[in-house]
């Protein structure tokens, strides 16, 4: 890995990461990673609530909230057809289970 020590931005601009909107974040609204030369667009976005991970070859995600399904940590996870899948932790008599469910409860 090439540090960016002793180096000008017009030098090393390709090294950096960045997100490819005005400003940088867009709050809630996920914004795509990508390299300094617009070059790699990665799997990763991110947003003020969470993260996704999304496969540019099919229509794959996996994205985690910390403010999703009841309040609680939440994964959706899509696949392929479009269908989402949930998964969370669920208050069972003073002890937390993970959930699954195919449809936001």
């Known amino acids: 890995?090439?540090?960016?020590?002793?180096?000008?931005?017009?030098?090393?601009?390709?090294?950096?990461?960045?997100?490819?909107?005005?400003?940088?974040?867009?709050?809630?609204?996920?914004?795509?990673?990508?390299?300094?030369?617009n070059g790699t667009t990665f799997v990763l976005q991110i947003s003020t609530r969470g993260i996704k991970l999304v496969d540019p070859t099919s229509s794959y995600e996996i994205e985690l909230t910390f403010t999703g399904i009841g309040n609680q940590p939440t994964i959706k996870m899509r696949a392929d057809d479009g269908t989402d899948v949930y998964v969370y932790p669920k208050e069972d008599g003073g002890h937390y289970t993970l959930a699954c469910t195919p449809v936001a409860p």
């Open 1 to 37: 890995m090439t540090a960016l020590t002793n180096q000008y931005i017009d030098e090393s601009f390709e090294q950096t990461l960045h997100t490819d909107t005005d400003g940088g974040g867009n709050g809630t609204t996920y914004v795509p990673i990508k390299d300094g030369d």
